[in-house]
């Protein structure tokens, strides 16, 4: 890690073909601050992109990066940091990436707890195969796959990360800058998995869910000096609030416990602990 | 039939312990000096339902299970269904003695449990009259009653043991040691009653069976191991310390083996959610430096087809093994077939850019796992070695020596630090990790996380030298053909650094042929020896090398001989269709064996099959067999 890390340096030279105005430009900022804030160094982090155009990630920013299959990248995303745990690692995918397709990979990945940050660019719409309703999207949001609204209520992914045993909930909004990567800080500062939804708004394709909705109608926890993160019950009663909706650190569990340490998973995984076998013909002999 | 060997069919149901008995007894065979293969017959079932495992053991190699077998222990199946369900279920009681008749061999032995299995089923069976005519000789003896004056009626396998061991003149000294090595207390001195007690009963009774047990002496150290040993083994050796599965017969042996020890190594293995996971894992461990593996069988590997593509195009080394069983879909979950063979070669989209090993047996298991993984690593491509539930599970005693070999953790054509610095890099600073201006036999050195100066992106997109997303018509060619040559290079190398990972038998000038590929191998290589004894003249060849495929091995074999047969375990003849497409002629040459019951080959099948299909004797097989004729016939 070296102390005269800047934000630019994790940025590539590839100029985003995000739609002029899309919330991933204020997303990607954000985590590009935040991870240079913590002190990390482009080269020792490595960056995990879904499908979509969040998935795009891994070409406008610069360190090492895996754009894979979508839905997948959470489970690239534990076997980097499971197998190299000093390797900061982000993963950034979008609503249909993580509550969609991917939803059975973001509970047990989740439940696993691998230090490492997740972030969902979240838009309430599939944009780049031009304007499908998505997991997120609401039940009476008319698009061409789903004429008269899909009828079918959306996901609460904080609340889905709840109910699979998360160690740190949070919610930001791409344009409230400052406050958006305070909170993907505090994810990647968290001992384990730091999950953050962010409302990532689409210019092109949601009319419903835009800028102005989120500045009008977000609640800013901070603000709410009586909301403790560590309280678990505090933060069920924000998360399962139908009626407003928040940003912020909703739930931190102080006394979470990554992945590796709970495996005490070392650093070389090339070096076999003494005592152990070291190759077959020891095992092998066990078999007379 | 020979009966200079045993073949001992141990019956019983699900959950009686019959594994645990038959892997204890083969090794008392083993320690006695013989050479032994065991074959495992199970339904998909935790409690009850007929399972049978066979032992061969013989003073000579034995690679195959036999023809039919010739001493049948048939305990009854304690978890049986209760009389109301025997319309569904049949006679579960009866099963372990009525479903094993057919394949006895004529003079063979039958011990039955009469503790479990009652006079009037046997009378229902016209057991006596069919002793009779094929001269078996029946022992029916209280194995239960016994079990239980000793000690708790789950011991009746002692017993069973205890009488066998009697019945074949055998000495009692490696069984009893095996049990002290598997239990303590009360339990062992119980069971070493009951073995007591049941081997003076077997002594007492007046023997009209000529059957002993062989005598044999082995000069080395022998273990006796699974193919899913030595699969996890050749893992270990190869430096691999990563694993992610999820469990599904048969493939959750080596599964197992590796979670019981990655842990002590240092290494991680984790269960996870889908097989899409498993492999994705496995994908990002390898991206992270880590020697990295995954596998299913067939319908988990179905889901692995997205991440095995991505291991592709961004070109990260992985080990995928798959375990085949009788499908489609669900199909018989326990039961051998070597089906899988299109699907693992061709799934995913696009062009396939992967390696393909089909081991023989259990030697060329832990070879061809560490030769998986060498090639893996040197050229980052995706390697799979596929076998089947029958390679999966049966064992066969091996020289402890033979793994004498040094472990092999390096990470190929990964650069250092150091190497980092000197490898080509753009304009504007960036690695070119894909470079294709430089790559030798295809393959561009990769960097690792951590490593500066090394930044790429790896993307299942099509890609430019430095990983950004291109569809550039030029750059989608060289990246294209960059890909595709590391394969001309591995079959390259293959033919010429290493020693051939096929496998030959009988003699070099014979008139025709028999090929196979996979676990049908030693019974493939008993027939064709015992096909020479009977004055044909037949050579036969394993291939182990689905892809890149041995064009030149096969296409001399084949232009050696007259005509050839293809056996395989499956419906439609897909390694034959392989080697048509591979080697695009020799339609005439070629008919097929092809058996796909749920039941490996026994080497009699092959032989018979030979004798309709080449020899053109007129007649049709008897035995469960489909032949195919060659193109124009």
Known sequence: MSSDVRFTDFKSDKQPTWCPGCGDFGTMNGMMKALAETGNDPDNTFVVAGIGCSGKIGTYMHSYALHGVHGRALPVGQGVKMARPDIEVMVAGGDGDGYSIGAGHFVHAVRRNVDMTYVVMDNRIYGLTKGQASPTSRSDFETSTTPEGPKQPPVNPLALALASGASFIAQSFSSDALRHQEIVQEAIEHDGFGFVNVFSPCVTFNDVDTYDYFRDNLVDLQEDEDHDPNDYEAAKEVILDSDKEYQGVMYKDENSVPYHEKHGVTEDMSEIPEGAPDDAMDLVREFY | ?633
């Open chain 2, 1 to 633: 039939m020979s009966d200079d060997e045993l073949i001992w069919r141990i019956a019983g149901g699900s959950g009686d312990g019959i594994d645990s008995t038959s892997q204890n007894f083969a090794k008392a065979l083993m320690r006695s000096g013989l050479d032994v293969f065991t074959h495992r017959h199970y339904p998909s079932r935790i409690r009850g339902g007929h399972t049978y495992v066979e032992i061969r053991a013989a003073d000579r190699e034995v690679q195959s299970r036999g023809d039919g077998y010739n001493f049948l222990l048939a305990l009854g199946d304690s978890f049986a269904r209760n009389p109301q369900e025997e319309a569904f279920y049949g006679n579960e009681e009866l099963k372990p003695l009525s479903e094993n008749l057919d394949d006895l061999r004529e003079g063979g032995v039958i011990v039955y449990d009469e503790g479990l299995i009652s006079d009037e089923d046997v009378e229902e069976l016209n057991l006596e009259e069919r002793a009779e005519e094929n001269g078996w000789h029946v022992y029916p003896i209280d194995l239960r009653g016994l079990a239980k004056e000793h000690g708790r009626e789950v011991m009746r396998n002692t017993a069973g043991v205890g009488i066998t061991a009697a019945l074949l003149e055998m000495d009692l000294e490696h069984i009893e040691d095996l049990m002290e090595d598997a239990m303590g207390g009360d339990i062992l001195e119980s069971n070493l009653e009951i073995l007591h007690e049941a081997y003076e009963m077997g002594q007492d009774l007046e023997f009209e069976h000529d059957l002993r047990i062989p005598e044999g002496e082995h000069e080395s150290e022998q273990a006796l191991l699974s193919g899913s040993n030595a699969i996890a083994y050749g893992a270990i050796d190869a430096g691999c310390r990563f694993i992610a599965g999820y469990p599904m017969t048969p493939w959750t042996d080596v599964f197992t083996i590796l979670s019981q020890n990655f842990p002590d190594m240092g290494g991680i293995s984790e269960q996870v959610e889908d097989e899409i996971a498993a492999a994705a894992l496995a994908v990002g461990a390898s991206h992270a430096g880590v020697k990295a593996m995954s596998g299913s069988s067939g319908g988990g590997f179905a889901l692995m087809s997205e991440p095995l593509g991505l291991a592709e195009m961004t070109e990260t080394p992985l080990v995928l093994v798959e375990a085949m069983r009788a499908g489609p879909s669900t199909g018989m979950p326990t039961k051998p077939e070597q089906g899988d063979l299109e699907h693992v070669l061709y799934t995913s989209q696009g062009d396939s850019q992967r390696v393909v090993f089909a081991p023989g047996n259990i030697e060329e298991a832990y070879e061809q796992t560490r030769l998986a993984f060498d090639i893996a690593w040197d050229y980052q491509i995706p390697v799979m070695l596929i076998y089947d539930q029958k390679l999966s599970g049966e064992n066969t005693n091996v020289d402890v020596e033979f793994f004498d070999r040094e472990p092999s953790p390096d990470l190929g054509s990964t650069l250092t630090e150091e190497e980092l610095k000197e490898a080509a890099h753009d304009n504007s600073g960036k690695f070119k990790r894909f470079d294709y201006e430089n790559a030798e036999d295809g393959v561009a050195p990769r960097s690792l996380p951590g490593q500066k100066g090394g930044r790429y992106l790896a993307t299942g997109n099509e890609h430019s030298p430095v990983g950004h997303i291109s569809e550039d018509p030029d750059n989608r060619v060289y990246q294209m053909d960059r890909r595709l040559e590391k394969l001309e290079a591995i079959r390259e190398e293959l033919n010429e650094e290493r020693e051939s990972t096929q496998t030959y038998f009988g003699d070099e000038d014979a008139e025709y042929g028999i090929i196979t590929w996979g676990s049908s191998q030693g019974a493939v290589e008993e027939a064709v020896e015992r096909l020479n004894n009977s004055g044909y003249s037949v050579k036969g060849l394993s291939v182990s090398d689905m892809m890149p495929f041995p064009e030149q091995e096969v296409t001399e074999f084949l232009e050696s001989v007259d005509e050839a047969m293809v056996v395989e375990m499956n419906a439609t003849a897909q390694f034959r269709g392989l080697l048509q497409k591979e080697l695009g002629r020799f339609g005439e040459k070629l008919t097929s064996l092809l058996k796909y019951n749920g039941n490996p080959f026994e080497p009699a099948e092959i032989v018979e099959g030979y004798e309709v299909n080449i020899a053109e004797e007129d007649r049709e097989p008897t035995a469960q067999v489909r032949i195919e004729p060659a193109a124009g016939d």
